[in-house]
């Protein structure tokens, strides 16, 4: 008998102190204010010590970058003729639909492509604007290739522009 006494004190004393680990969650969130920094003092909101909120604090920081995902990014000129830039788009369309496959970095690419295109359609247009409608068809197509996820689109258009730059070049 003493042996099931012991052995239902320890049941008692564990259920006790599992209970007593147990973690209650205040889920009522009807006391949070809709701006929590309403209700601080200003030492609070100083830090006590004359500090500024972080948006008002123009101090430079020791470490750390601060990103500004509203800025543009920095932008290089494109400096070449056709003849120079046409192959590196199709260096970029070759890269195009591994990047879609891979969820690589196929929105820059793109941008790339239509920066370096939009940098020599003019003078693609003077020298030869039989070709331009038709690079500016891949260009789209490329495009399209990445707007639908769809890397056989890119495969496509690298295919054809490579055509059309030994054409342009005098490659063919």
């Known amino acids: 008998m003493s ?6 004190a320890a ?8 209970g007593g680990c147990a973690t ?4 009522d969130t009807a006391d949070v204010p809709d701006d929590p920094a309403a209700s601080l003092s200003e030492a609070e909101l100083t830090g006590g010590e004359g500090r500024e909120l972080a948006e008002d604090d123009t101090s430079p920081l020791d470490t750390g970058v601060i990103v500004d995902s509203a800025a543009p990014a920095a932008t290089v000129p ?3 003729s056709a003849a120079d830039l046409l192959p590196e788009i199709g260096i970029e369309m070759s890269r195009l639909s591994a990047e879609i496959a891979d969820d690589g970095d196929e929105d820059a690419t793109i941008a790339r492509i239509e920066g370096l295109w939009a940098a020599i359609a003019d003078e693609v247009a003077e020298t030869h604007p039989d070709l331009v409608p038709a690079i500016q068809t ?3 197509m490329a495009r399209n290739a ?9 495969d496509k258009a690298f295919s054809i522009l490579t ?3 030994d054409d342009y070049t005098g490659d063919a």
């Open 11 to 18: 049941i008692v004393a564990a259920v006790t102190l599992v």
């Open 78 to 80: 494109i400096e070449g």
């Open 24 to 27: 209650t969650v205040d889920d």
């Open 163 to 165: 055509d059309l730059i």
């Open 146 to 154: 990445v707007d639908t996820n769809r890397p056989a689109d890119g």
């Open 138 to 140: 891949t260009v789209d």
């Open 3 to 8: 042996g099931r006494i012991l052995q239902r």
